[in-house]
């Protein structure tokens, strides 16, 4: 059974900066592509990061500069440095592992930016 539990998340004002970890278990971790998406009351889930197996990284406009997506395969964890927070950034931040049709959700952990 695979797990994916996320941690890090809180509150930081403006400005601030945030690291993001997403911890995996159950399964050969290195095959898989990892994600960040987040999701604000009343919105659809975004996709903020990716990190492929081979370790390119792709990000959505609105993080590009700010947030840095990394894997460490011998830990099993993705993380997201979060700098420069804004309050839009505000969310839940959930991490996804899949390969082919196999995917994986974390439960999500809080991001709350205070102006």
């Known amino acids: 059974q695979v797990q994916l539990v996320e941690s890090g998340g809180g509150l930081v004002q403006a400005g601030g900066s945030l690291r993001l970890s997403c911890a995996a278990s159950g399964s050969i971790f290195s095959v898989y592509y990892l994600a960040w998406y987040r999701q604000a009351p009343g919105k659809e889930r975004e996709l903020v990061a990716v990190?492929?197996?081979?370790?390119?990284?792709n990000y959505a406009d609105s993080v590009k500069g700010r947030f840095t997506i990394s894997r460490d395969n011998a830990k099993n964890t993705v993380y997201l440095q979060m700098n420069s927070l804004k309050p839009e950034d505000t969310a839940v931040y959930l991490c996804q592992m899949w390969r082919g049709p196999l995917t994986y959700w974390g439960q999500g952990t809080q991001v709350t930016v205070s102006s």
């Open positions: 990190v492929t197996t081979g370790g390119s990284t």
